[in-house]
């Protein structure tokens, strides 16, 4: 009885926790891949109309010039957009957007990043999958339970899995991809070995 309200609270634990996995954060694009930034602009309190002409400046992240005062597409929406025309070097960019309308001016300034996956260094889900993984494999050990290393199992494959798809955190490269392939094949024993306990028991 015990041991099935360890489980249920383990359990419980690792469903909660991704609720908070996953926040918002600053706009991130793709390394290599096309990127669209796009500037919120507004003007008196409301969107900023097709009459507004906004200019926008970036800085690479070690502070040299990438675009200097270019003009954006302004389709009226108040989003005006302007696409980076390199997305090599990975980091934190600053821009600064400035808009004139109806002979007011105003700006923003703020930042973007670019990364190898197009995700935010913050993504903390794989480090969370392979802790549960190993938290349950040692319970597992511990309780002599078969169930609770398959289970371990499948969450190192899980993980493995989402390494592959996604890196950890902003970095995916072939080292990572070379882990995640050790993670899916170690799941791939746990699981495979706690069935033959259950199969045996």
Excluded: H
């Excluded at 694009?29 to 009459?51: H, I, M, R, W």
């Excluded at 511990?142 to 993980?159: I, K, N, Q, R, T």
């Excluded at 991809?177 to 170690?186: D, E, K, Q, S, T």
């Amino acid at each position: 009885m015990n041991k099935k309200i360890l489980i249920t609270i383990i359990l419980g634990m690792f469903l909660i926790s991704f609720t908070s996995l996953v926040s918002a954060g600053p706009i991130v694009f793709t390394q290599y891949e096309e990127a669209n930034l796009k500037v919120p602009c507004s003007y008196n309190g409301t969107n900023c109309d097709a009459t507004a002409v906004c200019n926008i400046s970036i800085l690479y992240p070690n502070g040299t010039t990438m675009v200097n005062n270019k003009l954006m597409n302004n389709n009226g929406n108040g989003m005006p957009n302007y696409t980076l025309p390199n997305t090599n070097t990975l980091g934190i960019y600053t821009y600064k957007m400035s808009a004139t309308q109806a002979g007011v001016s105003g700006s923003d300034e703020d930042t973007f990043k670019i990364t190898t996956t197009g995700i935010d260094g913050n993504n903390k889900i794989p480090m969370y999958l392979l802790i549960f993984s190993v938290i349950l494999l040692i319970l597992g050990f511990w309780f002599e339970s078969p169930p609770m290393g398959f289970f371990s199992g499948v969450l190192f494959m899980v993980s493995g899995v989402y390494l592959m798809i996604y890196g950890f955190g902003n970095i995916n490269d072939l080292y990572t991809r070379a882990f995640a392939y050790v993670v899916i094949v170690l799941g791939m024993m746990v699981s495979l070995l706690a069935g033959f306990s259950m199969i045996d028991d």
